[in-house]
């Protein structure tokens, strides 16, 4: 019996994704009704393969947007549809974005990098400053799956140096790398989402969130040092011991630089792709990802000349990766049937007048000073910064907002990276708890929460100053 909720949950979930971009580019009720009535089966089947108590998360949401649409008196059958509906651009993100993970995974990329770059990375501070900045590389192909590849890797390098000294120096380097690459990765689902809703511009997003990433990233080596020094080691001795017996193993010097160029190419591919694309065509960000990241995995697989390892990974992505999604696209449906409820009632208005509110109480402070608060105290009750971002996007959406859209971006996102800083309920910093084997607690606030400071004092003078000017 087991086998009909598994294929069932696996068809609904194609079904999903195929009438999902079908219907965008032609429109059929039919097909359009089809897209929920899938959503649905997709939610139940996921119930009955993970049990109800392994999803309280959307099925919460689900209830509470059920309660919200009965108060308001909206039809159910409507309202379910259409909140079935609702996240649909986000759950075609969501099935298609893993799937990079198999180009990246068809050559040693990383190790080759790590090896042709061994001269810029000999003392403490530069490895700390390759490993943040890379984490944010390798973001854009594995989003937050970057942490444990990462951490494999450079756990790989430093095989013999362990204790809390390093663990906080191989740690804090892999989470403020990945916390930072929220504010400007386009592939990660919460920062396209949040754009995409916000009708802000992509190129000028990116290059602010990259700019307050950059600097993050220089905030992070000054607490590095200080963090060094307060448990007084010496970690760029150890770490130049460890570089030196693992570029005693590199042979082939020809392969390793071809796959450096490889490396590079399918980034600026991808990421290129992206943002032409989006200049040019009036396809929605959150759709025009997926398609551009499904037809570069086809021609990398092409050029490469492996037809038949893209048919076996697609078929094990079928087989097995893709039930692993159902989690993360049930709190997406919950999530739109809760939008779609609010949506229904004077909920935007009853925000907005508290704004307002506010801004009379404290006429010093505006409202960008508080939008990453909400995002850090919901990512504390164990809500992840992608189904924060879909429920406070869902609201501001209907907020007139009088700021440009790509402070509200920034102001928003800089609370998800601050979230993934500190927050011991959410996936980032569990995944480094389970790989170095430090609390949840330690890895995130115990470690970061200065820094943290300094990230929304950083991001709000950014934020401040455009106000200011705008």
């Known amino acids: 019996m087991r086998v009909i909720p598994r294929v069932g949950l696996k068809l609904s979930i194609l079904i999903y994704a195929i009438f999902h971009f ?7 009720n039919i097909l359009i009704l089809l897209v929920a009535i899938s959503g649905i089966s997709l939610f139940v089947l996921a119930a009955i393969r993970l049990k109800l108590k392994y999803i309280k998360m959307p099925f919460g949401l689900i209830l509470v947007g059920i309660i919200v649409m009965l108060a308001s008196g909206t039809s159910m059958t409507d309202g379910l549809i259409n909140g079935f509906l609702e996240m649909r651009n986000m759950v075609g993100l969501l099935i298609i974005v893993p799937m990079i993970s198999w180009v990246l995974n068809e050559e040693p990329y990383i190790d080759s990098i790590m090896s042709f770059a061994h001269n810029l990375l000999d003392t403490s501070r530069k490895f700390y400053f390759g490993i943040a900045s890379f984490t944010q590389i390798i973001a854009y ?23 809390e000294p390093w663990e906080n120096y191989k740690g804090t380097a892999l989470i403020r790398g990945f916390a930072l690459s929220v504010m400007w990765v386009v592939s990660i689902p919460s920062f396209a989402f949040v754009v995409e809703i916000m009708g802000a511009s992509l190129g000028l997003s990116i290059l602010q969130g990259l700019v307050i990433s950059s600097i993050g990233i220089m905030i992070a080596l000054i607490f590095s040092h200080f963090e060094e020094k307060r448990y007084g080691v010496n970690l760029t001795a150890g770490l130049q011991t460890e570089i030196d017996e693992v570029l005693s193993h590199t ?26 694309l989006q200049a040019f065509s009036n396809i929605e960000l959150l759709v025009l990802i997926p398609l551009v990241v499904f037809v570069w995995i086809i021609l990398y697989f092409i050029v490469k000349r492996r037809p038949r390892k893209l048919i076996w990974e697609a078929k094990k992505y079928v087989d097995k ?9 049930c709190v997406m449906l919950g999530a739109g049937v809760l939008i779609y409820g609010l ?20 006429p010093f402070l505006n409202v960008l000073y508080f939008l990453p608060f909400i995002v850090i105290v919901l990512g504390f009750f164990g809500l992840g910064p992608l189904t924060v971002m879909v429920l406070v996007g869902g609201i501001l959406e209907t907020i007139n907002l009088p700021y440009p859209a790509e402070l509200i971006v920034l102001a928003v996102t800089s609370g998800s990276t601050i979230s993934i800083l500190l927050s011991p ?30 990230i929304y004092v950083l991001a709000q003078v950014w934020i401040q100053v455009g106000v200011f000017i705008a």
């Open 425 to 454: 309920l959410i996936m980032p910093v569990i995944i480094l708890s389970s790989m170095n084997g430090q609390s949840a607690l330690k890895n995130g606030i115990g470690y970061n929460w200065k820094f943290a400071i300094v």
């Open 22 to 28: 079908t219907t965008y580019f032609y429109e059929n």
């Open 251 to 276: 042979k082939d010097k020809k392969q390793m630089h071809r796959n450096v160029i490889e490396f590079a190419i399918l980034f600026i591919t991808l990421f290129g792709s992206i943002l032409i």
């Open 343 to 362: 949506n229904q009632t004077g909920f935007a208005a009853f925000v907005v007048d508290g704004i307002y509110s506010m801004q009379e109480a404290f």
């Open 141 to 163: 192909f594995l989003l937050f799956g970057s942490i444990s590849m990462m951490y494999q890797f450079v756990n790989m390098i430093l095989k013999d140096e362990h204790g």
């Open 321 to 329: 990766d893709m039930e692993k999604q159902a989690y993360q696209l």
